[in-house]
């Protein structure tokens, strides 16, 4: 079965998991991690007029506001930008 190529799956799947360890183990730089603190702050007011163009098309402004909030907490949480190590 390896003359068929089944083995280099394996070998993929455990050069995979190899980096995944490596990345919990040694952490990101402080320079990303900043990066994207600040994507995350800066980034909602750019989505402001598509905001509004929801609330305007849907004739709901709690929507429009609603989706504002979700989004910038999506961003800024912990859930979604897992940026250091959480052990």
């Not at 394996?10 to 994207?36: C, G, N, W």
Request: proline share 5%; hydrophobic share 45%; net charge positive.
């Amino acid at each position: 079965m390896k003359r068929q190529g089944f083995g280099n799956w394996e070998r993929a799947v455990d050069e995979s998991i190899e980096q995944l360890r490596m990345l919990k183990i040694y952490h990101k730089p402080q320079a990303l991690r900043t990066f994207a603190r600040m994507f995350s702050f800066f980034l909602p007011p750019f989505y402001a007029l598509a905001f509004a163009q929801l609330a305007h098309g849907s004739n709901s402004i709690g929507l429009g506001i609603s989706f504002a909030i979700i989004i910038s907490l999506g961003l800024s949480g912990r859930s979604c930008f897992q940026i250091s190590c959480p052990a």
